[in-house]
């Protein structure tokens, strides 16, 4: 099933001095319904090689390569259950018509 982001709304700022994550909102759209997720962080990744240092990945307990990029699963999950990730940072990279394609968990 196709799902596609709608919309990014801020919800609170990121408060650096407390060392907090900004909270979003991500509405999607999936099989012609609405969905609203809470969520902390969004990865957005362009280029032709892997940037992934300095992102604290290993804070996130993320499982990454500099040279290769993000470890994930079939699904395009990482190694926290929570963060998922497709392009250029993967290293098991697939194009954006390719993850539309691959079944996963979705929202």
Known sequence: MNTQMKKIELIEAAKK???TLPKMKL???QGGEQKEL???LILFATGRKPNVSNMGLDVAGVEFDETDGIYSNEKMATSNGDIFTVGDCAAQALNR???KTKPGPGP
């Open 27 to 29: 509405t999607v759209e």
């Open 17 to 19: 001095d407390e060392g």
């Open 97 to 99: 018509e390719e993850a």
């Open 38 to 40: 809470d969520i902390d």
